[in-house]
């Protein structure tokens, strides 16, 4: 997916580099991400951000004709998911090359992004990352500075005239209402400024002495530096840079692609432009982004939980999709901390999306319908989670609490107990979905509300159920 110091592709798992980000972020203050940019342009495009809490990612490349982990098997490291298989997986030069010719077969006839960003609407998303680059160096836009390119002559869908995918993708999700999110990945394992042909790869980085060889990363930051431009010059309004690649940083044998200077130009064109390098702490990080993980409290920072719907970030056949509770849930206690849940999924290499990940995004919608306003524009509130219990915020100071099923299948219960929340007197209390205010009574520090059986027979919803308390005016 994104980057990791350790990736796990089909077995859902947190990178390394993450984990000591996230665990270094939980000690820090809100001094640590976000609140170090003082543009206010920016600062106002963060509480955007803050008020969308649902986006849709998706990683799509050559790569989806085979079924395999994005990029990473080009990786000569000796990882899981590093691993070369299939008939070509014996000779690293060998699979090299046979992973870089899909881009003569990739030809994705399907495509239709209008088809993505309905699905993704109706899911209740409101803001896409799409990867116009992964680390293997491809693009998915046209670029003019390097072939390896979906619109290349060489690639079987250039002449469709939606070859030009992140610009196609673009369009139909900004008039679909979606913030758009352009992923890039830092290392470019394809360009000869990162993996200098004269040597072979080692590892994930770049695979000579910067020192050294100064002109030759002089050349490979212009190259960043250059297709970055393109991406904010000529694919419309962009609301996030979200970069990828976290080991390509200063104080990583000195890959440094000079972040100030890419953010100035990104945001020459693109005001209040969010940028997130991740998991390299500091101004250009302005949110972070834990990895297949949510932190077990609220974090005073934004943030945002990137995660796989199925195992693998890209699209794998016979993948396993989280059920739409589990993911349900997830996203409620995501946004119950304050943060923002992406839930990415691959599609396919003809240029649709899983018919199982479709099925997870209408129940997810069908829910949404119901709840989404105790979670869009919400702000977290103590004590934010009480066994099955997560409460938010509303900007009118309604407070929700959402209660999450014990277990796929069961419904509401009949009596909800809120041990540490109490509700102003008077306060009226209603349930999502249902026209009736309910019962409740103060309980020790908190309240209690009763369910009537005709509403636990009938309930609005399943998965979870909305409480909102409305204060007496």
């Known amino acids: 997916m994104p980057f990791s110091l350790v990736k796990l592709p089909i077995v859902v798992g947190l990178t390394l580099s993450l984990l000591a980000s996230a665990s270094s972020a939980l000690a820090q203050t809100d001094s640590s991400a976000g609140a170090r940019e003082d543009d206010p342009l920016v600062l106002k495009k963060l509480d955007w951000f803050?008020?969308?809490?649902?986006?849709?990612?998706?990683?799509?490349?050559?790569?989806?004709?085979?079924g395999v982990v994005e990029s990473w098997s080009l990786c000569p490291e000796d990882e899981d998911w590093c691993q070369r298989k299939g008939p070509y997986g014996q000779n690293?030069?060998?699979?090299r090359t046979e992973y870089e010719g899909l881009k003569t077969t990739f030809n994705p006839?399907?495509?239709?992004?209008?088809?993505?960003?309905?699905?993704?609407?109706?899911?209740?998303?409101?803001?896409?990352?799409?990867?116009?680059?992964?680390?293997?160096?491809?693009?998915?836009?046209d670029t003019r500075k390097s072939d390896y390119k979906i619109t290349d002559s060489a690639c079987a869908f250039h002449a469709n005239p939606k070859s030009n995918v992140v610009m196609e993708v673009f369009n139909a999700f900004r008039a679909a209402g979606f913030g758009?999110?352009?992923?890039?990945?830092?290392?470019?394992?394809?360009?000869?400024?990162?993996?200098?042909?004269?040597?072979?790869?080692?590892?994930?980085?770049?695979?000579?002495?910067v020192k050294k060889h100064p002109d030759r990363w002089k050349a490979f930051q212009q190259f960043t530096y250059d297709?970055?431009?393109?991406?904010?010059?000529?694919?419309?309004?962009?609301?996030?840079?979200?970069?990828?690649?976290?080991?390509?940083?200063?104080?990583?044998?000195g890959q440094d692609v000079d972040i100030p200077r890419i953010a100035a130009m990104s945001r020459s064109h693109q005001p209040g432009l969010i940028?997130?390098?991740?998991?390299?702490p500091g101004r250009y990080e302005n949110y972070r982004t834990p990895e297949q993980e949510v932190p077990e409290k609220p974090l005073d920072y934004p943030w945002e939980t990137c995660m796989t719907m199925g195992n693998s970030w890209s699209y794998v056949p016979g993948d396993i999709y989280k059920p739409a509770w589990k993911l349900i849930h997830l996203l409620v206690d995501i946004v119950a901390k304050g943060g923002n849940f992406l839930l990415n999924v691959g599609p396919g290499p003809d240029g649709t999306l899983p018919p199982v990940a479709l099925a997870r995004?209408?129940?997810?919608?069908?829910?949404?319908?119901?709840?989404?306003?105790?979670?869009?524009?919400?702000?977290?509130i103590a004590p934010y989670r009480e066994g099955e219990v997560r409460y938010t915020e509303l900007r009118d100071k309604s407070v929700c609490a959402i209660c999450l099923a014990g277990k796929e299948g069961d419904g509401p219960p009949a009596v909800v107990?809120?041990?540490?929340?109490?509700?102003?007197?008077?306060?009226?209390?209603?349930?999502?979905?249902?026209?009736?205010?309910?019962?409740?009574?103060?309980?020790?520090?908190?309240?209690v509300i009763t369910i009537p059986g005709e509403v636990r027979r009938h309930p609005p919803c399943s998965h979870a159920w909305t409480f909102r308390f409305t204060p007496a005016r």
């Open 50 to 66: 803050k008020d969308q809490k649902f986006g849709f990612m998706m990683h799509w490349g050559p790569y989806s004709q085979w």
């Open 180 to 209: 758009i999110g352009a992923y890039f990945s830092k290392p470019d394992w394809h360009s000869e400024y990162y993996w200098w042909p004269y040597f072979p790869p080692f590892d994930r980085h770049v695979n000579y002495d």
């Open 109 to 141: 006839v399907k495509f239709d992004p209008a088809s993505w960003a309905a699905a993704a609407k109706a899911a209740g998303m409101r803001y896409l990352v799409f990867t116009t680059k992964h680390h293997d160096g491809f693009c998915m836009f």
């Open 417 to 447: 107990r809120l041990p540490s929340f109490a509700p102003a007197p008077g306060s009226k209390v209603v349930l999502l979905g249902t026209s009736a205010s309910l019962a409740w009574e103060a309980r020790g520090k908190g309240c």
């Open 275 to 280: 940028v997130v390098d991740r998991a390299v």
């Open 361 to 380: 995004m209408n129940e997810i919608g069908a829910w949404m319908d119901v709840n989404g306003s105790a979670i869009y524009s919400t702000r977290p």
């Open 92 to 95: 690293y030069w060998n699979y």
């Open 227 to 253: 297709q970055i431009e393109e991406l904010m010059t000529g694919y419309g309004t962009v609301d996030i840079l979200w970069l990828d690649g976290g080991w390509v940083n200063p104080s990583s044998k």
